[in-house]
């Protein structure tokens, strides 16, 4: 279809975006990571590379990666300057897309300077077909990122599915699952509510031999799905529990931080434009102690650190990790 007119209309609502734009990003274990998921409102804003120049050279110099969380790939037309000043400065930035507008410079720019690409899944084909574009050009760590709730579930069955026949995956290095947080008025979408089910997921992989992982959040309901598995003491080395303030931490694209992105209207933030020493006046934050403190002490039954903001988990057996504060 032939575009005949352009024109500019005035808009009073939400635009919905179940990902983070290049509004969300934060640092989590010595990585700038982002938000896997987030309504947004009409007017989105872009951190600025003078902010991101500002937070990467207040850290200490144990920072090795950053990973940017976006929409779209040309949202924000500083993205590729930070790259390139977070590859001067010896450190690896990542990234995580929609597959949507890109084009093949996209494709060699992400391929030749991130370490690792996530591919957001919404449409299944426009997905699968950036995996396959970005793992073509050499890339190793080439994940899809599948958001995990009640209505997504046959989703992100079929994605299990598909990596062992759709050739466009055969390079694909794991399915990431995101469990799903009750945050804000706009989520229609309901946390996975059996247990059974979370565990059927969970033996498709394994005994498909594919490899999965998990965000944090959702780490005291893997550990109960494979409670029984012979190799348990061998898997719960290798889960990584809530680790917000810990050795992760929050920053929005204004410059100010939270303990994680779903406490950020939650709380009072610490104000990393006016600092230049993080660890003494963010790290060490009352808000940022407070939120630490509170982790500590939320720990299940396994020793396993819980959600402290919101309650997560299978309802029906029972499995919330916390009550919100």
């Known amino acids: 279809m032939k575009i005949t007119n352009i024109s500019t209309e005035t808009f009073d609502g939400y635009v919905y975006n179940i990902e983070t734009i290049p509004n969300h990003n934060y640092f989590a274990n010595s990585i700038l990571v982002h938000n896997c998921y987030k309504s947004n409102g009409p007017i989105g804003k872009n951190m600025p590379f003078k902010t991101l120049k500002h937070i990467l050279d207040i850290m200490p110099n144990t920072l090795t990666q950053v990973a940017f969380g976006i929409g779209d790939i040309d949202a924000n037309p500083d993205l590729w300057q930070m790259m390139r000043y977070c590859r001067d400065h010896l450190v690896i930035p990542n990234l995580t897309i929609n597959g949507e507008r890109m084009i093949p410079q996209y494709y060699d720019l992400i391929s030749s300077n991130c370490g690792a690409c996530a591919v957001s899944l919404y449409e299944k084909d426009t997905c699968y077909n950036a995996v396959k574009e970005l793992s073509d050009r050499g890339m190793k760590q080439v994940n899809i990122h ?84 012979i190799d348990y003491l061998d898997m719960y080395k290798c889960v990584d529990p809530c680790e917000s303030t810990l050795f992760s931490y929050y920053i929005n694209v204004d410059g100010i931080g939270y303990p994680c992105s779903f406490s950020e209207t939650l709380g009072e933030g610490a104000d990393l434009n006016k600092t230049k020493d993080f660890l003494k006046d963010i790290w060490n934050h009352h808000s940022t102690v407070r939120f630490r403190e509170w982790l500590e002490m939320g720990k299940d039954k396994r020793g396993c650190r819980t959600c402290p903001v919101y309650p997560l988990g299978c309802k029906n057996d029972k499995l919330i990790s916390s009550e919100p504060l």
């Open 146 to 229: 599948c958001l995990l709730s009640e209505e997504t579930y046959d989703k992100c069955v079929q994605v299990l599915k598909d990596v062992s026949f759709d050739e466009r995956l055969v390079n694909l290095n794991a399915v990431v699952f995101l469990w799903l947080k009750p945050k804000g008025d706009r989520n229609t979408l309901h946390q996975l509510s059996d247990m059974k089910k979370f565990k059927a997921l969970i033996n498709t992989a394994f005994e498909n031999d594919i490899k999965i992982g998990f965000d944090s959040c959702s780490s005291p309901m893997f550990l109960e799905a494979i409670k029984d598995r």
